[in-house]
């Protein structure tokens, strides 16, 4: 054997080993994105119980790894009110169909609606009149009201945003005798859930190429299903601390998206949050097999999008004593990082983020670890309350696709993800 030969060899002896590694932990970041992703979990939404087909799923990898339940059960179950669109959903503009979530989208809390309405046009400039406003509004008792957004005048930001506190108001006025608002935006569409139904279906449409003098007749066919005290769940295990099992470490993601908006549109929330999911199970993954000082509590929560319902139950959980949590953070959108990550709570528990910080720039692995204050965007935000430290963690740069039908498996970078993981790991091990 020659001395390159031999070189190489010890090479990739040295390196492999690790790479391999590595890499197996992004080969299984991708197969949980693209599971959860997929079509088949219907963007973990509350249609055909979509939500306890990934909870499952996640049980399923935490019994793999040998990941403890509390009190023998994974699951925590909670209720809450959802409204759904399991069904129907189309609309077209003069006879042309059009495109869910691309061309529109119906406002989550839309009741059911089927007809054909006449369309009435009202600029949005001209909502501080109130004579023209009047009249016009008089005129929609059994029409669709569509508001142009597209100014043409220029605005203070204090009329701004009195004629935007105006819109809402007309949106879903129950005075107004008309069935359906249209909101004509050049705007990213961009969508939401809600837990209550409203009387009134309002649509947002995508103005793009339309030229809304040309709109004349909307027809609807929408199927809304509002359930009321739904179950869901989220999911719990632990890996007993070695030397102080009675202090934990926590990390939590959540594990819902959006779900559907009618049969044929899918929000699959890659990015948002199966890639939290994707560094979760990676961390329990390694830590039942490398057990920390600490107990280390992992938890996959339901319904952030609703409104940290998730959260909000389980830390009131007699199972988990949030007194004695040493510290969380909490993983949502963790499939970019081309710019690196923010730290919520960063300004709070400085020596933490400082530790945070060190460890990245001693094992060169982000390209920059940045530094947020408190913000209640996530669902840390019910543990902070609580008086548990935290962070919130979210990459930065690579794709914008957010709460859109865009946030999908295939786009979602993941470039960051090993390097990610690795930070992680290493600061859970500092405690
Ligand atoms: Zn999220």
């Given amino acids: 054997m020659r001395f390159t030969s031999v070189f190489f060899l010890l090479i990739l002896i040295l390196v492999f080993p690790a790479s391999n590694l590595y890499s197996q932990n992004l080969d299984y970041a991708k197969s949980i994105v693209n599971t959860l992703a997929s079509e088949d979990y219907m963007g973990r939404g509350y249609t055909k119980k979509a939500d306890l087909k990934a909870a499952n799923f996640i049980k399923d990898e935490f019994r793999r790894y040998g990941i403890q339940p509390i009190n023998s059960e994974y699951f925590r179950y909670f209720n809450l009110d959802v409204n759904t669109f399991p069904g129907k959903m189309e609309i077209s503009l003069n006879g042309q169909k059009l495109r869910p979530g691309i061309d529109y989208l119906t406002d989550p809390s839309s009741p059911s609606l089927k007809g054909s309405f006449e369309v009435i046009r009202i600029r949005r400039q001209d909502l501080n009149k109130p004579d023209v406003l009047s009249e016009i509004l008089m005129a929609t008792a059994g029409k669709a009201l569509m508001i142009d957004m597209n100014d043409t005048v220029k605005f203070s930001p204090s009329e701004s945003e009195k004629i935007s506190k105006l819109v809402d108001a007309i949106k879903y006025d129950p005075e107004l005798k008309n069935p359906l608002t249209i909101i004509l935006s050049d705007k990213k569409l961009t969508w939401g859930i809600s ?167 001693t094992e060169s692995l982000l390209p920059s670890v940045r530094s947020r204050g408190e913000a209640c965007i996530s669902d840390h935000c019910i543990f902070y309350m609580k008086k548990v430290p935290c962070f919130y963690i979210y990459t930065l740069g690579g794709i914008t696709a957010y709460h859109d039908i865009f946030d999908r498996a295939e786009t979602l970078p993941l470039s960051a993800f090993d390097n990610y993981l690795k930070l992680m790991i290493s600061f859970f091990e500092t405690f």
């Avoid at 709109?215 to 632990?238: C, H, M, P, W």
């Avoid at 199972?319 to 963790?334: H, P, Q, S």
């Fill in 195 to 361: 837990g209550r139904q409203a009387k009134k279906v309002v649509v947002t449409l995508h103005s793009g190429e339309l030229n809304p003098d040309d709109i004349s007749f909307i027809e609807v066919d929408i199927k809304a299903r509002l359930q009321r005290n739904y179950k869901t769940q989220n999911v719990i295990g632990i890996i007993p601390g070695k030397t102080v099992p009675d202090s934990f470490l926590v990390v939590t993601a959540h594990y819902d998206h959006l779900g559907i908006m009618g049969k044929e549109t899918c929000f699959t929330g890659a990015n948002d949050n199966a890639s939290g999911i994707a560094m979760l199970l990676n961390l329990a993954k390694y830590f039942a097999e490398n057990p920390p000082k600490y107990t280390l509590v992992l938890i996959a929560l339901s319904a952030e999008e609703l409104g940290l319902l998730g959260a909000a139950s389980i830390s009131n959980d007699p199972g988990l004593e949030t007194g004695k949590i040493r510290f969380l953070v909490n993983f949502d959108m963790a499939g970019t990082g081309e710019e690196g990550i923010m730290v919520v709570n960063a300004t709070v528990f400085k020596e933490e983020f400082e530790r945070l910080q060190q460890l990245n720039s």
